[in-house]
C-alpha cells in the first residue's frame, strides 16, 4: 500500500498561489499515475490535474491556465502549482495514485482562498 502525505495548503487571498506537494512511500513512484483531486463542502470529490508516468498531463476545465502539475521522479512526489487562485478553489486537495489495481489516497490538505 502507497503512503501519500500532502503539504502545502493554507489561506490565501484571491489571486495568490500555493504549491501543493505530495510524497509517496515506496519503490514503484515512476510507474504511478499522480493526480490531484478536490472536495468542497457539499460538492462531490472532483479531478483537478493528472500527470502520467510518461509526464502527459490532463486537467479540468476550470483550473486550465491556472493549475501546472509536475512529478519529481527522483524524489516521490508530486506537485500542484496553483496560480490566480478564485474563491470557488476552496476545498479539500486530496493526492491520488494509481498503479495498476492499487489505488491509495492521502488524508487531504485544506485550501481556503479568502479575503
Known amino acids: 500500500q502507497v503512503q501519500l502525505v500532502e503539504s502545502g495548503g493554507g489561506l490565501v487571498q484571491p489571486g495568490g498561489s500555493l504549491r501543493l506537494s505530495c510524497a509517496a512511500s515506496?519503490?514503484?513512484?515512476?510507474?504511478?499515475?499522480m493526480s490531484w483531486y478536490r472536495q468542497a463542502p457539499g460538492k462531490q470529490r472532483e479531478l483537478v490535474a493528472a500527470?502520467?508516468?510518461?509526464?502527459?498531463?490532463n486537467y479540468a476545465n476550470s483550473v486550465k491556465g491556472r493549475f501546472t502539475i509536475s512529478r519529481d521522479n527522483a524524489k516521490n512526489t508530486v506537485y500542484l502549482q496553483m496560480n490566480s487562485l478564485k474563491p470557488e478553489d476552496t476545498a479539500v486537495y486530496y493526492c491520488?495514485?494509481?498503479?495498476?489495481?492499487?489505488?491509495?489516497w492521502g488524508q487531504g490538505t485544506q485550501v481556503t482562498v479568502s479575503s
Open positions: 491520488n495514485s494509481v498503479y495498476g489495481v492499487f489505488i491509495s
Open positions: 515506496g519503490s514503484g513512484f515512476r510507474g504511478y499515475v
Open positions: 500527470i502520467t508516468s510518461g509526464g502527459s498531463t
